[in-house]
């Protein structure tokens, strides 16, 4: 045992605010930008959107499964997001597309204010049943609220936006736009994720422990509600820009089991997963040509068995892999020393 | 945080302290005072609501009448995370700390969450070398043993830097020879941090050692309080914590 006086600590590490994951996976998403100038095919331009849209709306889901809430309400603020840009776009003739990437993240952010106050005190089924009905009620709001919606047809002719004044309208330019709002949603995730890692950390692994040592806990929950909201917002931007329509199909509640699908399959425990997730998954759906109706059925038993597989999903398994590998190249590194130093 | 708000002490006053749950009173008038930087002991059999006072006076139940009073401030009914800034900090009888995280992490959490930094960390060092936390510094909690799981949640509330601790059978669950470390926790939190203590506890040898003063309790009242020697020895406390018949003595010897 130390003698108490002479007592010291270890030294303290430098914890830098990104990891490598946090680098490797922006850099993939800033890598994305290269596609739309580097390629043509208009079927590989789609693919790019369609996952970028799918790894942007996962985001949602994972700051969510910080805290081990699951949230089903990702498509209802995506909705949010989305019809703001398009009542913006066509009604009041906005096309700046920095000003409706600002108005998409924060009108659901806000929205998620007060829905938070009310459901953010729940936990596990109750959380996630009661944001499964929030998108339905969406839904509903959005097929009848016609006179600012467009109910049933949705709102068309969503103008092409703008980036400094130079319109953004060609295939690969709305694939530029959709990877732009990927990367904001990365970078404000990565960013607000590990700014407070140990207060989602505490409150995921210990609520009671973690109030008792003074954190507030619904104020990290409101907060990442609301930034969750932001960011599903941005990916409700990117479809509505895609489609150049806003309409309730692209929000239907069921493709939030899509969300939550990529968020576990590919790794909930880091933000490389999401994208991993949306990635394989929207290129298998698309390689087994499958059509949507199967796809939910087909993802939830692809959930099944990755949570009994591997449960951090298959960034998680890859990290395990490689920890094990270094572990085993540490020992053999201490071995070698070991032998060096009696030779 | 100042630190002059921390070594400056405060009594804990518990005032007429009512609770029940529905029609079951589990708690009924309770009155003591913790002086500023004292240690009062509290005993009694298990049920006799030891553990619902702790709750109540940490703000995690609300009491159905009376108050609490940290200095000159009313405490109960207070988000548990208020009292803690204020000062006034719980451990829990079971082991708690934030399993997959290191030794490091569990702490510096701790500090995050009080707002403190980790200077104070510095300053538990001697206790943290003594229970063997510093060899563990780097390993997972969840992967320590018992003894130290529960040392580590203990040492997470002084991290919080508080003024009046709370503490719920800390010696529980601890082999004979680790219970010195909870004699040297509480020296620890008195003396070097001049802080409170108020010690729930079933281990007699412990708080004969440490409490200058105790309170009995049973079936939700206040029986007896003061010095030790002189509370324990008095018939309606050794009826009530140690059971009048035979039969029970004979139970409480096998297990």
């Given at each position: 045992m130390t003698s108490p006086s002479a007592a010291r600590l270890p030294e303290e590490r430098r914890q830098p605010l990104f990891s490598g994951v946090e680098w490797i996976t922006l850099a993939l998403v800033a890598m994305s930008f290269a596609i739309p100038l580097l390629v043509t095919n208009p079927q590989v331009l789609s693919q790019t959107n369609l996952i970028l849209i799918g790894a942007t709306a996962a985001l949602g889901v994972f700051i969510m499964l910080r805290m081990d809430l699951m949230s089903f309400a990702v498509p209802c603020f995506m909705a949010l997001g989305g019809y703001t840009v398009a009542i913006l776009g066509i009604?009041?003739?906005?096309?700046d597309v920095i000003l409706l990437g600002i108005a998409a993240f924060l009108v659901p952010a806000i929205c998620a204010i007060p829905l938070g106050a009310l459901i953010l005190r729940l936990k596990g089924v109750y959380f996630v049943l009661v944001t499964f009905v929030l998108t339905e009620i969406v839904q509903l709001l959005l097929f009848e609220g016609e006179p600012l919606t467009?109910?049933?047809?949705?709102?068309?002719?969503?103008p092409a936006v703008t980036f400094f004044g130079v319109e953004l309208f060609s295939n690969a330019q709305v694939v530029l736009t959709t990877c732009g709002l990927a990367l904001v949603g990365f970078l404000v995730t990565a960013i607000f994720t590990r700014r407070f890692r140990y207060e989602f950390a505490a409150i995921e692994k210990n609520d009671v422990l973690a109030e008792s040592l003074g954190l507030a806990g619904w104020k990290y929950k409101a907060i990442a509600f609301s930034v969750s909201a932001g960011v599903s917002g941005l990916a409700g931007f990117a479809i509505v820009n895609v489609l150049m329509t806003a309409h309730p199909s692209s929000f239907a509640s069921m493709s939030s089991v899509n969300y939550i699908t990529y968020t576990i399959v590919g790794?909930?425990?880091?933000?490389?997963g999401p994208l991993v997730g949306a990635g394989l998954l929207v290129s298998a759906t698309d390689y087994f040509a499958l059509?949507?109706?199967?796809s939910p059925g087909l993802f939830g038993l692809l959930i099944i068995v990755v949570t009994l597989v591997?449960?951090?999903g298959l960034v998680g398994l890859a990290t395990n892999l490689l920890r094990r590998r270094e572990r085993k190249a540490g020992v053999a590194v201490k071995e070698l020393s070991r032998v060096e130093a009696r030779s | 945080m100042s630190t002059s708000t921390h070594t400056q002490g405060a009594a804990l006053h518990v005032q007429s302290i009512s609770k029940a749950f529905g029609g079951l009173k589990?708690?009924?008038?309770v009155s003591f005072v913790v002086p500023a930087g004292g240690l009062v002991g509290v005993i009694g059999p298990n049920g006799a609501g030891k553990t619902t006072m702790i709750n109540i006076i940490s703000g995690r139940l609300r009491a159905s009448s009376g108050q609490v009073l940290l200095g000159d401030t009313r405490v109960d009914g207070r988000p548990v995370y208020t009292n803690c800034a204020g000062g006034l900090v719980r451990s829990f009888q079971q082991t708690a700390t934030f399993s997959g995280y290191t030794v490091e992490d569990n702490l510096i959490s701790a500090c995050r969450f009080s707002g403190g930094n980790r200077s104070v960390l510095e300053r538990l060092a001697p206790l943290l070398a003594q229970f063997g936390l510093i060899e563990n510094?780097?390993?997972?909690?969840?992967?320590?043993p018992y003894g130290l799981q529960k040392m580590l949640g203990l040492t997470l509330a002084l991290a919080t830097q508080p003024r009046m601790l709370l503490l719920?059978?800390?010696?529980?669950?601890?082999e004979k020879n680790e219970r010195s470390n909870i004699d040297a926790y509480v020296r620890f939190a008195q003396q070097e941090l001049g802080c409170g203590v108020l010690l729930v506890e079933h281990d007699m040898d412990l708080v004969k050692r440490l409490c200058p003063y105790v309170i009995v309790l049973d079936g939700g009242r206040l029986i007896a309080e003061g010095a030790p020697a002189e509370v324990l020895a008095r018939k309606d406390v050794i009826d009530a914590y140690l059971g009048g018949s035979d039969e029970e003595d004979d139970d409480a010897q096998h297990s």
């Open positions: 009604q009041l003739g906005i096309t467009g109910g049933a047809n949705g709102l068309v002719g969503m790794g909930k425990g880091q933000i490389l059509r949507g109706e199967f591997a449960g951090g | 589990v708690f009924d008038d510094w780097h390993r997972n909690a969840d992967v320590l719920d059978e800390p010696a529980a669950g601890l």
